[in-house]
């Protein structure tokens, strides 16, 4: 498992280089900027940054699977001597690594910009450490609806395209259904407050840690459905 996991993450090391580049290349671009608006331009950076990051990481979902079809490397991945779950886990991994790191330097570098040119807008570390895990769990969660329906395609050896696509938007459709009940098992849960000064006012805003659990459960489903389907893609 350990080497497999390092295999993985040696093979995703030009992503990760390219992401946390994207992220320094827009924060270099609007540094001139950022003194001048008070640190607007820094807060301007995570918007620029950090939106299209859920579309990129279901993307990179379907491809770090897809990859190994196409490099002819799947026949080797799948007869070495370990079990389907080491190679969901494996993967899924890789792309936590590359998920929560991304978001770290989304928030980091316009934090400490903040910190030295912006009097009008303050964030705390607690606030700062809530905003990156919980974003980057959030994100997270929704690798195994990709993962699941493009190992489902796998299985079949015709329409494998159109399998993919109707399962991860049936996956989505039973998501929305499932979130109402999801929301009521964890309702007894408190929400996560955060709180931030801009111009001396304290501005409060929630996380409802209900949704979160519930996404969770659901993408465990996933993920054991993930480890299940691996074993039965034809090579």
């Known amino acids: 498992m350990k080497k497999?996991?390092?295999?993985?993450?040696?093979?995703?090391?030009?992503?990760?280089?390219?992401?946390?580049?994207?992220?320094?290349?827009?924060?270099?671009?609007?540094?001139?900027?950022?003194?001048i608006t008070e640190g607007f331009m820094a807060i301007m950076a995570i918007f620029l940054t950090l939106p299209g990051f859920f579309l990129m990481s279901l993307v990179r979902a379907f491809l770090i699977w897809k990859d190994e079809w196409d490099s002819n490397t799947g026949f080797t991945l799948f007869s070495l001597p370990v079990k389907g779950y080491n190679l969901v886990l494996s993967k899924m991994g890789v792309l936590g690594i590359e998920i929560f790191l991304y978001i770290l330097f989304v928030f980091l570098v316009p934090y400490l910009i903040l910190k030295g040119y912006s009097y009008n807008l303050k964030v705390d570390s607690l606030t700062f450490f809530k905003l990156w895990f919980l974003t980057g769990f959030r994100i997270f969660l929704f690798v195994p609806f990709a993962m699941v329906s493009y190992l489902l395609g796998r299985v079949f050896s015709l329409g494998r395209g159109w399998i993919t696509a109707g399962s991860f938007v049936g996956l989505l459709i039973i998501y929305s259904r499932y979130l109402y009940f999801g929301r009521k098992i964890?309702?007894?849960?408190p929400e996560v407050f955060m709180k931030v000064t801009i111009m001396g006012d304290v501005e409060t805003f929630s996380l409802s840690l209900a949704t979160l659990m519930a996404t969770f459960i659901f993408s465990v489903f996933l993920t054991f459905a993930s480890c299940f389907l691996v074993e039965k893609v034809e090579i």
């Open 4 to 35: 497999l996991f390092k295999k993985e993450l040696l093979g995703e090391k030009n992503w990760i280089i390219g992401f946390c580049c994207f992220v320094f290349g827009v924060n270099f671009l609007l540094f001139p900027l950022t003194r």
């Open 186 to 189: 964890f309702s007894s849960l």
